[in-house]
């Protein structure tokens, strides 16, 4: 009971303050604040992408930028946290990777993404490789705190009854870093449906980003603020599945303090 | 002879200069004997434990365990820290199987012991609770548990007590007893109390100061199983009295 009170209790600011920023986005448009070609209202924007043509493309396209995102969080994961733990065990490594790491992050995605394209053709892959760029480096870092930041006392526990590196690392250090792994994974899923859609500008052809860049050109502000929020639907989507895995995967720790943590 | 420190030393080089730990300490532990190391805060009682774990090579002498020479050899000893040091995303249940693992006791064999021992303990209900729920005391219980069914001879337990209350405290070193009487392994205790070591062991060592060595040895004359009211005998007050003594005259030599 108490939780149902409290999920509620969760859920109703937010959604006031939405609906009052929807009310206000229309009033603007139906008393004539702005021109509808430069704001359309949001009942023009829900009856524009509602036509039958409308909505077959833009299911079309979010399928693409779904997908497009799909492989580049997962790559960018995945090798995120690869690196992370390569340079966890690897001291060594880790001294002399870190300032390029940080450079990898420094190069703007306006220089890199053409770069890219002029190496790997208008295909997947540098869009893959774009997205998988702007993912991994969140999940590094966020997982390399966890590796470190474990507790002392358990780790001198583990070693005092004999524990060898890697039974270290499978036992204590990576189920430590399960939490730090999260908050990168979180961070990196918001920031892969933004560059999967940047990536697509690249070559409008296909994708979320496509559309709307070619929606502007054509002068239909519906349609590109439709695209806008699918994006935007997309990326909170995501978000909520990493929200949801991550409770699967840390139920041992208590729920109110996990809340108070993430909040 | 369970365990043999033989002339040992430590030193660490830090940017003050070298600090000499332990200079020359010597002790042992016989088979299925209960000895206590009291001694002054910064005594190197830390750097002992580490040395016998393997943790850290002393700079001169040797570490026998079992007739062996393990001298910077980890996985001869089972462990109980002062934090009950249990893993959070583990059961109850889950850590005493993890402990057993990792000093290669099958799986199977481990879960059998865990739940039959957790029974014993009474705390058959929190074998799949997360270690979290425990108290402190629950906690030691814990983590004694896993030292005693680990399948090496010598348990090291240091400052076991030291974070509970005094009411606590009290409790665990009965229940402690309680179970070693009818389960004896060879004990290496390190302790701030005087009481706790007394009442417990069967010999009691008196360290000094840093570079520490054993300035006093005591064989405690009562018999077994222990009764509590030797806490108020004349004998234990002598001898508490006589530590306390050894311990002052430690400090200002160090």
């Known amino acids: ?263 | 002879m369970m365990l043999e420190v033989k002339g040992v030393g430590k030193s660490f080089r830090n940017d003050a200069g070298v600090k000499e730990v332990l200079r020359g300490l010597t002790l042992h532990v016989r088979e299925g004997e209960f000895v206590s190391i009291v001694g002054p805060s910064g005594s190197g009682k830390t750097t002992l434990f580490q040395l016998i774990g393997g943790l850290e090579l002393p700079s001169s002498g040797e570490i026998w365990i079992g007739g062996r020479n393990t001298t910077g050899e980890r996985g001869h000893i089972a462990y109980m820290p002062q934090q009950a040091s249990l893993l959070p995303w583990r059961t109850v249940r889950g850590n005493i199987e993890l402990s057993l693992g990792i000093a290669g006791i099958d799986k199977k064999r481990a879960r059998e012991l865990a739940g039959e021992w957790l029974a014993r303990i009474g705390l058959a209900e929190y074998a799949d609770a997360y270690p979290r729920t425990l108290s402190g005391g629950m906690s030691q219980r814990v983590s004694f548990l896993r030292a005693l069914l680990s399948p090496q001879p010598l348990m090291l337990l240091d400052e076991p007590f030291g974070a509970l209350d005094a009411l606590t405290r009290l409790d665990m070193q009965r229940w402690l007893l309680s179970i070693w009487e009818t389960n004896r392994r060879s004990v290496l205790l390190v302790t701030h109390s005087i009481e706790e070591a007394l009442y417990l062991s069967d010999r009691v060592l008196v360290l000094s100061a840093s570079p520490a060595a054993v300035t006093d040895e005591i064989e405690v004359p009562f018999a077994r199983p222990r009764e509590e009211s030797i806490l108020l005998d004349e004998r234990f007050n002598a001898l508490k009295g006589r530590i306390y003594g050894q311990l002052k005259e430690g400090r200002k030599e160090g």
């Not at chain 1, 524009?48 to 979010?62: I, N, S």
């Not at chain 1, 966890?146 to 070693?159: F, I, K, S």
């Open chain 1, 1 to 263: 009971m108490g939780n149902k009170r409290s999920l509620w209790s969760k859920v109703w600011p937010p959604a006031l303050a939405l609906a009052a920023g929807i009310g206000l986005w229309q009033a603007s448009a139906s008393l004539g604040w702005a021109d509808a070609w430069t704001l359309p209202s949001p009942a023009s924007v829900a009856a524009e992408a509602l036509k039958a043509d409308t909505r077959e493309r833009l299911a079309e396209h979010t399928g693409a930028t779904l997908r497009l995102t799909m492989l580049g969080f997962a790559g960018g994961a995945a090798a995120g946290f690869a690196l992370a733990a390569l340079l966890h065990l690897l001291p060594g490594l880790r001294r002399g990777l870190s300032p390029l790491l940080i450079l990898s992050q420094n190069v703007p995605m306006v220089v890199l993404a053409p770069i890219m394209t002029m190496l790997f053709g208008y295909g997947m892959l540098p869009k893959i490789l774009l997205v998988m760029l702007v993912c991994f480096f969140p999940v590094t870092v966020a997982t390399l705190g966890g590796l470190a930041g474990g507790d002392e006392a358990l780790r001198n526990y583990m070693r005092m009854i004999g524990c060898g590196r890697w039974t270290l690392f499978w036992r204590l250090e990576l189920p430590g870093a399960v939490t730090g792994l999260f908050s990168g994974l979180k961070i990196a899923a918001s920031y892969s449906v933004l560059s999967a859609t940047f990536a697509e500008m690249l070559s409008p052809k296909t994708g979320l980003g496509g559309f709307m860049v070619l929606s502007t050109r054509g002068y239909m502000q519906e349609r590109a603020f439709a695209a806008v929020i699918l994006i935007v639907a997309l990326s909170l989507a995501l978000y909520g599945l990493i929200s949801l895995a991550e409770r699967a995967f840390t139920r041992w720790r208590p729920r109110k303090e996990a809340a108070e943590r993430d909040a």
